[in-house]
């Protein structure tokens, strides 16, 4: 179960989110492991949990074999990933001129590393 879960997260959640919730159950079990169920801070995890798996829904099949489970298919009417829009050609969502700015201001912070580091 919790493998489909997963997917169809994975389908859904955009990386920042999908990371988060994962953090957020890893916090949550603790919690809960140490008698800490009625707290504010376990109440603030449901509801951010509950927030983040608002639209996660979708069809998953699994194969299981020699007890693994594995994701062979999986779909969800709120996918952000859309064929669509999957391609290296010309279209009205996604211009491939954008990428190299994006490219330079996501990395800005290791340049800058990397500056102070020669200077050193």
């Given at each position: 179960?919790?493998?489909?879960?997963?997917?169809?997260?994975?389908?859904?959640?955009?990386?920042?989110?999908?990371?988060?919730?994962?953090?957020?159950?890893?916090?949550?079990?603790?919690?809960v492991y140490?008698?800490?169920?009625?707290?504010?801070?376990?109440?603030?995890?449901?509801?951010?949990?509950?927030?983040?798996?608002?639209?996660?829904?979708?069809?998953?099949?699994?194969?299981?074999?020699?007890?693994?489970?594995?994701?062979?298919?999986?779909?969800s009417?709120?996918?952000?990933?859309s064929?669509?829009?999957?391609?290296?050609?010309?279209?009205?969502?996604?211009?491939q001129?954008?990428?190299?700015g994006?490219?330079?201001?996501?990395?800005?912070?290791s340049?800058?590393?990397?500056?102070?580091?020669?200077?050193?």
């Amino acid at each position: 179960m919790m493998e489909a879960l997963r997917a169809v997260e994975q389908l859904v959640l955009d990386k920042t989110a999908f990371e988060f919730r994962e953090e957020l159950a890893v916090k949550a079990s603790h919690l809960v492991y140490d008698g800490r169920w009625f707290t504010p801070l376990c109440r603030s995890i449901l509801a951010a949990s509950e927030e983040l798996a608002q639209d996660v829904n979708g069809e998953v099949v699994i194969k299981l074999y020699k007890g693994h489970a594995t994701v062979t298919q999986k779909r969800s009417d709120n996918s952000l990933y859309s064929e669509e829009f999957a391609t290296f050609g010309e279209d009205e969502v996604y211009d491939q001129s954008h990428a190299g700015g994006f490219i330079r201001l996501y990395s800005l912070s290791s340049r800058i590393r990397a500056l102070n580091e020669m200077k050193k």
